[in-house]
């Protein structure tokens, strides 16, 4: 009789394990974040919808570049064909109440972590690498950190530099940091809302030749315009547009500009960065220093 009791007992036991491991198990997956890379909109599907397709989404209200939206949610999307990004969107982060970001307007990085590339990046079919850059933007130089903290300063920039971008962070407090090659961080608010970037990501239309499509950026207007000094013995050509098409006026050496638009093409011949220091007066940034 004993012996039953104790086999009955060792039963339940063993029944009471197997319910337990039988369980789901509470995992800590990463918080991630949506960084927008440049001046935009919100999208929404209409209250209450869950989009499913791109062609769902509508803009609603402005969203800053370089702000950091916690992810609540993330819904693949059947893309569309557009100019806009929610319009090829293949993928919709939800970040509060019927109030979407789609993958090609953002950087998505995990909370807290240190990473080379956003997860929303797709690694490119054709030539070229996804790069990002940004200009910093301020009214004076910028310190760099050699951490995304400001414990240690380690060294500074100018206004009206383009740096590429080879690590982001987006902190616990909200903060989004940008690594500028070799351990030399700067906060992103100092750097214009809009970075300059050619990047891939999923494209899922229906039919489609290619699974990626290409978002890209290369104008800047300041907010801080900066002058640009022209250096050398001799005159520098300008050009009408951030090209070599057609040549305007002769900028005489040693003479100083006011600049307040910036592009850059990262990936192509003329990359620059080009500065528009008038009216059809571009001049590349070979000609130039920011003294």
């Known amino acids: 009789m004993k012996k039953l009791v104790w086999l009955l007992g060792l039963g339940a036991l063993l029944v009471g394990l197997s319910f337990i491991l039988q369980q789901p198990q509470t995992v800590n997956a990463e918080t991630m974040v949506a960084i927008p890379v440049e001046d935009s909109s919100f999208v929404t599907a209409g209250k209450g919808v869950t989009p499913t397709k791109a062609t769902q989404l509508q803009p609603t209200g402005p969203v800053y570049g370089l702000s950091a939206w916690k992810i609540q949610a993330t819904v693949p999307l059947i893309s569309d064909r557009g100019p806009k990004p929610w319009e090829r969107a293949s993928a919709a982060y939800s970040i509060g109440p019927d109030t979407w970001l789609v993958d090609g307007q953002v950087l998505v990085v995990p909370q807290g972590k240190v990473v080379t590339t956003p997860i929303n990046f797709q690694s490119r079919i054709f030539s070229g690498e996804n790069y990002v850059a940004g200009i910093v933007d301020n009214d004076g130089p ?31 407090d909200g903060s989004v940091w940008f690594d500028l090659g070799d351990n030399q961080w700067i906060p992103a608010f100092y750097f214009n809302n809009n970075l300059f970037y050619e990047f891939d990501t999923r494209f899922t239309y229906p039919g489609a030749t290619y699974p990626q499509t290409t978002q890209t950026n290369v104008i800047a207007k300041l907010q801080h315009s900066f002058v640009v000094t022209v250096h050398g013995d001799d005159a520098k050509q300008a050009w009408e547009s951030s090209d070599y098409m057609y040549a305007t006026m002769s900028l005489n050496p040693n003479s100083q500009w006011l600049c307040y638009s910036v592009n850059y093409y990262g990936n192509e011949v003329v990359s620059g960065p080009w500065y528009q220091l008038g009216p059809k007066t571009w001049l590349p940034a070979s000609y130039d220093s920011l003294d």
Do not use: F, M, R
């Open 142 to 172: 910028v310190a760099l950190w050699g951490s995304p903290d400001y414990n240690q300063q380690v060294g500074t920039v100018k206004p009206g530099s383009v740096w590429t971008i080879t690590h982001y962070y987006a902190g616990n």
